[in-house]
């Protein structure tokens, strides 16, 4: 079976049901696991994504209202590449690339059968699992791997079942600032935190700065999505220079960190597991082992004895043996 995969969490699952050598193409997102980087990239950014955060939410309600395309297809590859399977999504217009994307490109794969990913909760991550593994023929490792990672997620819940459940702030998109929704209010609370500022299955929305001060979160988590973690430290000066960022009693306590949303918090797949691991991590680092700091998120500091700066809050990067600090 030959499998064009236009998602990222659509990629991961895949390879995940032992079904990676199907894959002969993939969009511009998909990166994980590292070798599906080296397949041929069906699809690119309609603009340039390197803009600032205010910018490029400007560009796609832009891009949005006069139906312009957020993304590239490239059809004649597809057609190429001949696949039995193209897997794509249809929870976001906005976050990858859609049926519709596909069909605006003149896609001429019609023999394909298209499978549109569509879950905004655990239990329906899950459902996508079985969705893929019944399109590729492997429905039994589908349920498997369904199983395996209920069952990684509940042995977090249950390490820290004891422990008292701090609010949290998880930040999607930082200007203007969206909180996170969807699977993440269920992923807070599956790794013993209480989330704020957002509900299930929901998709995440504006919420106006005033509102974070107001409820003034113990931890807030900065996962922009789309943004891995290096992106997402770029982002700290922008927050930073927010009159009222050093007012957060997560900033003054030392309880902010900037996570790689990319990989971790905005996709509906596999990763959901290592995102519970790393909230647990962040929300209980007395109890829960430092597996994925440095690599996956990383605490930001204001305090200049710590930094070496005056007033400008600043990162940390922890690995063994490693420490940087960056802007």
């Known amino acids: 079976m030959r ?35 080296r397949l041929p990239s069906c699809t690119r950014p309609a603009f340039d994504v390197t803009m600032a955060s205010a910018e490029i939410d400007a560009e796609v309600r832009r891009r949005v209202k006069a139906g312009e395309p957020l993304y590239h297809v490239d059809a004649d590859l597809i057609q190429r590449l001949d696949p039995d399977v193209l897997i794509t999504q249809v929870h976001c217009d906005v976050c990858a690339v859609t049926p519709g994307d596909i069909a605006r490109a003149g896609s001429t794969a019609r023999s394909a059968q298209v499978v549109a990913l569509a879950a905004g909760t ?23 791997l369904a199983a395996d990672m209920r069952r990684r997620i509940e042995a977090v819940t249950t390490s820290v079942a004891t422990r008292p ?31 704020l500022l957002t509900r299930d299955a929901e998709h995440s929305t504006i919420v106006p700065w005033q509102r974070i001060v107001d409820a003034d979160p113990d931890y807030v988590i900065v996962a922009p999505c789309g943004f891995d973690l290096d992106r997402t430290i770029r982002e700290a000066a922008g927050l930073a220079g927010r009159p009222e960022w050093s007012t957060l009693s997560a900033v003054r306590n030392g309880r902010v960190a900037f996570a790689d ?22 929300l209980h680092a007395d109890c829960v082992p430092a597996r994925w700091r440095g690599t ?24 063994p043996g490693i420490t940087r600090t960056g802007a």
């Open 3 to 37: 499998v064009v995969s236009l998602l990222a969490s659509g990629t991961e699952i895949a390879c995940a049901l032992g079904a990676g050598g199907e894959l002969v193409g993939r969009s511009h997102e998909c990166d994980n696991p590292d070798w599906v980087r």
């Open 122 to 144: 655990i239990a329906g991550i899950y459902e996508d699992v079985r969705r893929v593994g019944r399109t590729l023929e492997r429905e039994s490792a589908a349920d498997d």
């Open 165 to 195: 459940r701090p609010s949290v702030a998880v930040i999607e998109w930082t200007d203007p600032v969206f909180t996170a929704a969807n699977w993440m209010p269920e992923l807070v609370e599956a790794a013993g935190g209480t989330p």
């Open 261 to 282: 949303g990319n990989k971790y918090f905005n996709r509906s797949g596999v990763t959901i597991v290592e995102t519970v691991e790393i909230l647990a991590e962040i």
């Open 296 to 319: 996956a998120w990383t605490a930001y500091s204001r305090r200049p004895e710590q930094t070496g700066e005056r007033e400008k809050g600043r990162i940390t990067r922890s690995r």
